[in-house]
């Protein structure tokens, strides 16, 4: 993928397909065939790729009413933070609910819980990006499913075609996140020292630790009073929009990758 389709894109799927690293032999010639091609792989951490599963998670959680998920959607998040161990986020996800009973469609929060075992799976056929594709794809499907009064399994053809609409509804927000989360990774943003002034620093560590996102404007002005003129970091600080954690501007300030 290049910088204009990746800007241009509408399907989150072909761009989390982009975001992976080749895998053996294929690495080496690969690369070099990319960069002839004026193309380049996009690799982020397996946290960046954590965050988006959860980010996603969290703009749904209105649909989490068991309170084993709720609890399995934090413990999932201070995982990720490094907050608490695997033993946790192996209880987390052995206590969530299903759809209809056991061997039903899992649960939005589970499919967060495992997604977060990321950094763990010996993953022989997949990207890290194409498995976090696969725990965002069943999410969806959790989604559609508990919107459905009495979904029954396997799906109907009409409730099939009901989880087709949900994806289809689902990409742009999708989408959305991915930019959010990751950015421009074809143009990266370096950031001077300098603009990392106690206010600023302050500022950021707030805004993430509290998800004070509507802080964000404040934090573009403590930049620009810092002397940062680059645009992207100041409008992205400005945007209109849902932040989250992962966010790549206060990542940035915060050197977290």
């Known amino acids: 993928m290049t910088e204009s389709q990746w800007l241009a894109c509408s399907e989150p799927w072909n761009m989390l397909k982009s975001i992976q690293k080749p895998r053996g032999w294929a690495g080496g010639w690969s690369k070099h065939l990319f960069g002839w091609l ?100 069943h999410a969806v499907g959790s989604i559609a499913v508990s919107l459905d009064d009495n979904p029954t399994f396997p799906l109907s053809e009409q409730e099939h075609m009901k989880l087709m609409d949900t994806f289809a509804s689902e990409a742009k927000t999708i989408v959305n996140l991915l930019y959010e989360i990751i950015g421009n990774p074809f143009h990266p943003v370096s950031l001077n020292p300098s603009w990392l002034t106690s206010t600023v620093l302050t500022l950021a560590t707030g805004i993430y630790s509290e998800k004070a996102f509507d802080r964000m404007p404040i934090l573009a002005d403590a930049l620009q009073d810092a002397g940062c003129d680059n645009e992207d970091i100041l409008d992205h600080c400005r945007q209109h929009g849902e932040h989250c954690r992962g966010c790549w501007c206060v990542d940035l300030i915060l050197g977290k990758s």
């Open 38 to 137: 004026g193309k380049k792989h996009v690799v982020v951490s397996d946290r960046k790729l954590q965050m988006l599963v959860i980010a996603y998670c969290r703009r749904h959680d209105g649909l989490l009413t068991d309170e084993r998920d709720k609890r399995t959607l934090k413990i999932s998040e201070s995982y990720t933070e490094g907050l608490v161990g695997i033993e946790e986020l192996g209880e987390g996800i052995r206590s969530c609910s299903t759809f209809g009973g056991i061997g039903c469609h899992p649960s939005l929060a589970w499919n967060v819980a495992v997604a977060c075992l990321i950094p763990h799976e010996k993953i022989a056929t997949q990207s890290r990006a194409e498995y976090a594709l696969e725990r965002i794809h």
